[in-house]
């Protein structure tokens, strides 16, 4: 049955959740049923969807710790027993979501399926073999004792993998990174198992599109019709709907043919008036519900089969002179966001909860895309719903990154082929599809290994994958690489690149600017530190002489003008503060530059969004689903409404104003000079108009009568000022926006008093309103509060200024009023909250 079709009405789906068992076996020690029963292993508790290493954790028989047993090692089994199901008419189908990676399975001990690709989906009719107890078998065999097998030599070699010849196998690198992912390779049935009874129709074939031209939309769709229990669909309709609106067109019928008892229908409904999919940071993201409906040759009784949700809107993608610029709808979308990680690395199970919490950080966070890379995995259905539901863009890597792929070898290819025709028939009619991407630095690593140029750009993404994008997803642009475009393949001034001038490569602030960054398909990996306890893990690079902390730590001495190593030894408390709030520092800045008027940047997406387990890894999210201070820094540099200072040198300090809203905003925009972190200098305000869609930039001085130095760039005696507070106020006077300067650097001392306060109030629903307040100018201020969500956390917050702050309970038996301090980053006193 197609991805895209939710259910069809009559067919009766079980899932095998329960009464799995598992057992490991020495690599090709146990050929079938026969041999594994000789055999007797011990069998432990399991679950599918699921993994082994889930399996043992929760067993309490393996753990993430060094010196457990490699996954890999061993061959695995899976059984679970069930009884027939109550008698139906049709055809009973045995479905196999995912099997994880080289797989065989048998019901009842014959043998009725081989994969040897993780990513495919399995379909298996069973023709009479249901017997009043069953049992079904799957066999796992180890990796290890695969990569053993003699194959040709890769033609460069990847740094982060320990095992080379992984690219001949369709299985995922998590897992397999040893520098960055936990080493619980997915091994199992990591997608669902389910048996269904299917009556009256199938449908093998399902193309959907969907379009926009002038104010109307176009629903298109093809697809082939079955018969089960009776003759082929006499006829068809596609319905959608909106809103209690709904519009309906009869398809076209086609007969005989090759296939006997098929009828092919084709049609293009058209919706007027229709409302247009935005990006949410732009509009709304509107989706219209639609389905077709069957009748049997002489019945009445409808046979309705739900398409999901489908939307409307044009995408371009701009890639003239080295650009690389998506415009929804005609309008250019700076695109931000982070490259997505697993909400389950280890289980790899659908937490719905889960997702939809992280959707709801990543709105909250103004980012409005996401890319799921070609070292992941391919996301579940309830992903791709989330993403057009929510406004998301998704960048969609193919799952491959890297390595030298044998696409010459035709079992191979023939592999892949089905791969990629399975899930572009998911993705496609998704509005929130944006770019389809062959695969994850596959051109860079060649030509940072010293390989010639002619082997940077493989047939498989070059010809291949583009080949059956343009057939199943015509309407979607398709890149060949994450980095590609330029004279070398990350080079960030053309195309895509994985862009860590700033960040890994230890480039000044500046370069962000200076590498004229088209778009950043990964970007901003620091070792970044969770709040509470984690676990000492830092990512890395397998092979290299330095580690992600080692790079925050670059940053930490660059913008305070601290030694990291003195300041951890004297005072370990106060260098993690300062840690957490370098990478937000960084993060903002490079944002801030490239989200300016004039900047050449189309986008920019964080390696990456969570952490795969508990460290202080790349993620902004912990493992526990928890923000870090960088995201807390990004979710202000990100919004659709926000104000940033860039520093222009010897031509002053600038103002720039987003606004992607589709009406002009009209605000006012206040800047304030302090210095010694209460005195207040001058203030001047202005009142402006920034059109739709645009970002206006402002000469700060311009706002003052006379000239100052705000930037500190003539250095004409001592500085009249050492504050730059940017705000951003609407017509009612709310705050849209703040921005902070500082012209002589980040301050990086600590004083005793600076008048902090912080006041919660109860709020309906056991909620609070923490009130903030301080005397003097308070620095990354951080809310420690067990039991309670901020809405914001590490802020500035100017002298004399007021911030109010919700809190929600974390969990529905949180604590009764909330308990805990308020301290800032340049404070030495931790200020304890009152409640009234």
């Known amino acids: 049955m197609p991805p895209r079709l939710k259910r069809i009405a009559g067919h ?118 249901l017997a009043d107890d069953n049992e079904l078998l799957i066999h796992f065999r180890s990796l290890d004792e695969l990569l053993k097998a003699k194959r040709a030599r890769p033609r460069w070699r990847v740094p982060m993998l320990a095992a080379q010849q992984l690219r001949w196998h369709r299985t995922t690198l998590l897992g397999r990174t040893p520098g960055w992912s936990p080493p619980a390779p997915p091994v199992g049935p990591w997608r669902a198992v389910w048996l269904e009874a299917r009556s009256h129709l199938d449908i093998p074939e399902l193309v959907l599109r969907t379009g926009v031209e002038e104010n109307y939309g176009w629903v298109e769709v093809r697809c082939a019709a079955r018969g089960i229990s009776a003759s082929a669909p006499a006829s068809a309709e596609l319905r959608v709907g909106r809103g209690g609106q709904s519009w309906a067109l009869k398809l076209t019928a086609r007969t005989g043919g090759t296939e006997s008892g098929v009828t092919r229908f084709s049609g293009r409904l058209t919706v007027p008036r229709v409302e247009r999919w935005w990006p949410h940071t732009h509009g709304e993201p509107a989706l219209y519900d639609a389905q077709l409906s069957f009748r049997l040759p002489g019945s009445s009784d409808e046979i309705v089969a739900p398409l999901g949700r489908v939307g409307f809107r044009t995408l371009t993608l701009d890639t003239r002179e080295g650009n690389f610029a998506l415009a929804v709808n005609g309008v250019p979308v700076f695109c931000r966001g982070a490259c997505w990680t697993p909400t389950d690395p280890i289980g790899f199970t659908v937490d719905r909860q889960a997702l939809r919490e992280s959707f709801a950080q990543l709105r909250d966070a103004g980012m409005n895309m996401l890319r799921v890379g070609g070292m992941m995995v391919y996301e579940s259905d309830e992903f791709l719903d989330l993403c057009d539901e929510q406004g998301v863009l998704l960048w969609q890597d193919f799952m491959f990154a890297n390595m030298d792929y ?145 790079v925050r730590d670059h940053y930490l001495r660059a913008l305070f003008q601290l030694d990291p190593a003195a300041l951890r030894g004297t005072d370990p408390q106060r260098y993690l503060s300062m840690s957490r709030a370098v990478s937000g520092e960084v993060m903002t800045s490079a944002f801030a530059e490239w989200r300016r008027q004039g900047s050449p940047c189309g986008g920019a997406l964080v390696w990456f969004w969570r952490d795969l387990w508990s460290c202080a890894g790349w993620g902004v999210i912990d493992a526990q689903g928890n923000p870090k201070a960088a995201y807390r820094y990004l979710a202000r540099a990100l919004q659709p409404v926000a104000i940033f200072t860039s520093d222009e040198g010897g031509n002053g300090l600038s103002l720039h104003v987003a606004n992607e809203r589709a009406e002009p905003l009209h605000a006012r925009v206040e800047l304030t000079l302090y210095r010694r ?160």
């Open 12 to 129: 009766d789906r079980h899932l095998f959740e329960t009464g799995w068992q598992l057992c490991s076996t020495p690599p090709g020690t146990c050929d079938g049923p026969e041999a594994l029963q000789a055999a007797d292993p011990k069998w432990l508790p399991a679950t599918a969807p699921g993994t082994v290493a889930q399996c043992l954790i929760r067993a309490g028989a393996w753990s993430l710790e060094p010196g457990q047993p490699r996954i890999d090692a061993a061959d695995w089994w899976f059984r679970v027993r069930f009884p027939r199901p109550p008698a139906k008419d049709g055809a009973w189908v045995l479905g196999f979501d995912g099997l994880a990676s080289s797989a065989q399975a048998w019901l009842n001990g014959a043998p009725i399926l081989t994969s040897d690709n993780m990513f495919l989906t399995h379909e298996c009719p069973l023709d009479g073999r």
């Open 406 to 550: 044998p696409h010459e070898d035709p079992v191979f290819s023939a592999s892949v082929d089905l791969e990629a025709r399975q899930q572009l028939a998911r993705l496609g009619a998704r509005p929130a599809l944006a770019v389809l991407c062959g695969n994850s630095e596959g051109e860079q690593q060649p030509a940072m290994s010293a390989a010639p140029r002619e082997r940077w750009m493989a047939p498989l993404f070059h010809e291949f994958l583009p080949r059956l994008a343009r057939e199943l997803c015509p309407d979607t642009p398709y890149w060949p690489s994450s980095a590609h475009g330029g004279a070398f393949p990350h080079q960030a001034s053309s195309g895509t690149s994985s862009y860590y001038g700033v960040g890994a490569y230890l480039r000044p602030l500046e370069d962000a600017r200076r590498a004229q960054v088209r778009f950043a398909s990964e970007c901003l990996a620091f070792a970044n530190i969770p709040d509470g306890n984690w676990s000492a893990r830092t990512p890395r690079d397998l092979g290299a002489e330095w580690d992600f902390d080692d």
């Open 677 to 836: 972190g209460e005195i207040r200098v001058e203030h001047a305000s202005r009142d402006i108009e920034v059109a739709a869609r645009a970002v206006l930039q402002i000469a700060a001085t311009d706002l003052f009568d006379g000239w100052y130095d705000l930037n500190y760039a003539y250095r004409f005696g001592p500085p009249s000022h050492d504050l730059v507070v940017a705000r951003l106020l609407g017509a009612q006077g709310a705050t849209l926006g703040e921005s902070y300067f500082f012209p002589l650097g980040l301050p990086n001392t600590a004083e005793a008093d600076l008048g902090l306060t912080a006041v919660a109030s109860g709020r309906v629903g056991g909620n609070f309103d923490l009130t903030v307040t301080t005397r003097r100018f308070a620095q990354c201020v951080c809310i420690g509060t067990p039991g309670f969500l901020a809405a914001d956390d590490y802020f500035h917050l100017a002298p004399g200024a007021t911030r109010v702050i919700a809190l929600r309970p974390a969990h529905p038996a949180a604590l009764a009023a909330p308990r805990g301090t308020v301290r800032a980053l340049n404070s030495t006193t931790a200020i304890p909250i009152d409640v009234t």
